[in-house]
């Protein structure tokens, strides 16, 4: 089993930054690949970022060059660095992981955070 809980959300205006992390408890975290997701009301829970554990990165294309992820395996925990914010990038923020090769479709992750609240004022 592995528990994932986010934090580090909170209430920005347009061109801040905010860094949100997610901590891992239970089963070792080192050999998962970790993603971000988000989702806005009414809107489809959509991908953010991903890290494998070899160190591939990968970012949609909305947030590259203004998003990046990060992983400590020592301390089980993943970060992502969320820089010139928008308010179209206000949503709840959800961590997921899952074992194997990386996947960008929310329905391939089977560990899942509650999810943190971003919201970016104009």
């Known amino acids: 089993q592995v528990h994932l809980v986010e934090s580090g959300g909170g209430l920005v205006q347009a061109g801040g930054s905010l860094r949100l992390s997610c901590a891992a408890s239970?089963?070792?975290?080192?050999?998962?690949?970790l993603a971000w997701f988000r989702q806005a009301p009414g809107k489809e829970r959509e991908f953010v970022a991903v890290?494998?554990?070899?160190?591939?990165?990968a970012a949609a294309d909305s947030v590259k060059g203004r998003f990046s992820i990060s992983r400590d395996n020592a301390k089980n925990i993943v970060y992502l660095q969320m820089d010139s914010l928008k308010p179209e990038d206000t949503a709840v923020y959800y961590c997921?992981?899952?074992?194997?090769?990386?996947?960008?479709?929310?329905?391939?992750?089977?560990?899942w955070g509650q999810g943190t609240q971003v919201t970016v004022s104009s």
């Open positions: 997921a992981a899952r074992q194997g090769s990386v996947r960008r479709s929310p329905s391939e992750y089977y560990y």
């Open positions: 239970g089963r070792t975290l080192s050999s998962y690949v």
């Open positions: 890290s494998s554990w070899s160190g591939y990165t």
